[in-house]
């Protein structure tokens, strides 16, 4: 093909198009386009208005994944200060049980001191009430349980048994009485 046949095919084409061109400069708007001109501007146009809100919406999306991240972040850390607040919260009272506790064990070896020297001044008394018994010719004086035996059946009750604080053997018909009621020296004499 030579220079004039192929201008012949080609100047339609550029008339048509320069037609076009002339035609834009004097009403730029996109309805003075041709159809598919105009199709093809409304969907660029679209396209540009989807990517403007597809990167909107991107950024909403990167916006929530961070905050959900320091919220998660925050949550976690919450979490940890809830437990250790719980952590200080159960020293703070095992603490105070101790305090407790030891008021109550010193307490309890006080009136051990006074249980002992109570007992101790039994003991004398005993010693005292059988040499009189024995002077005064009661045979029952000297003999039966000995006192020792009389405490350890007492305490073996009081602190052995069902709920008890100490795994001592009890003596049978012991549980509930009283120091008096299983010291035969302490009853009453019926003989006068």
């Known amino acids: ?12 084409v550029m008339a048509n198009t320069v037609a076009v ?9 996109p309805d003075s386009f041709p159809d598919h001109l105009r199709a093809r501007c409304r969907a660029a ?10 990167l909107i919406e991107r950024r909403r ?8 991240d320091q919220l998660d972040g925050m949550f976690g850390e919450a ?7 719980r952590r200080r919260e159960h020293a703070e009272a095992f603490a105070r049980l101790a305090g407790d506790r030891y008021a109550l064990e010193d307490e309890a070896e006080a009136q051990m001191d006074a249980l002992l020297s109570t007992l101790e001044q039994l003991r004398q008394l005993d010693v005292r009430q059988r040499h009189q ?5 009661r045979s029952s004086a ?7 035996r009389t405490l350890h059946n007492w305490l073996s009750a009081r602190f052995g048994g069902v709920g008890g604080y100490l795994d001592l053997n009890k003596m049978p018909g012991t549980e509930g009485a009283s120091l008096p009621e299983l010291d035969p020296l302490a009853r009453k004499d019926k003989e006068g």
Do not use: C, H
């Open 133 to 137: 018994g024995s002077q005064a010719g």
């Open 79 to 85: 979490k940890e200060d809830l437990a250790e607040a």
């Open 1 to 12: 093909m030579n220079r004039k046949e192929w201008e012949a095919l080609a100047y339609p």
């Open 21 to 29: 061109l002339e035609e834009f400069l004097a009403d730029p708007s």
């Open 142 to 148: 000297g003999g039966g349980q000995p006192l020792e």
């Open 61 to 68: 999306a990167a916006t929530v994944r961070s905050a959900a």
């Open 45 to 54: 146009a679209e396209n540009e208005q989807i990517e403007e809100t597809l």
